[in-house]
């Protein structure tokens, strides 16, 4: 991981994000002794439906999952 003063980061931002965008390189960001930032490759997120793909069709219900649970919880 590469780690960069904020103001090596404002002259070579460019360069530097290129960097992060072609070989995966991570930059912390530092003001002084402080990290200020992380700079990293944007990862896109799994949406619910890819994540639980492979489920959908083999789970069984076994009674009704809207019915009221208040028996299962006295302390509510």
């Given amino acids: 991981m590469k780690t960069i003063n904020k103001n090596e980061l404002k002259e070579n931002l460019l360069e530097l994000l290129k ?4 070989e995966g ?5 530092t003001d002084g002794e402080e990290t200020v930032a992380k700079i990293s490759q944007y990862k896109k ?4 439906e890819d994540l639980f ?3 959908r069709g083999k789970v069984q219900y076994f009674e009704d999952l809207t019915a009221p649970t208040t028996e299962e919880w006295t302390e509510v």
Avoid: A, C, Y
């Fill in 25 to 29: 390189e991570e930059i912390l960001v």
């Fill in 45 to 48: 997120s799994l949406k619910t």
């Fill in 19 to 22: 960097l992060v965008e072609v």
């Fill in 53 to 55: 793909k492979n489920m």
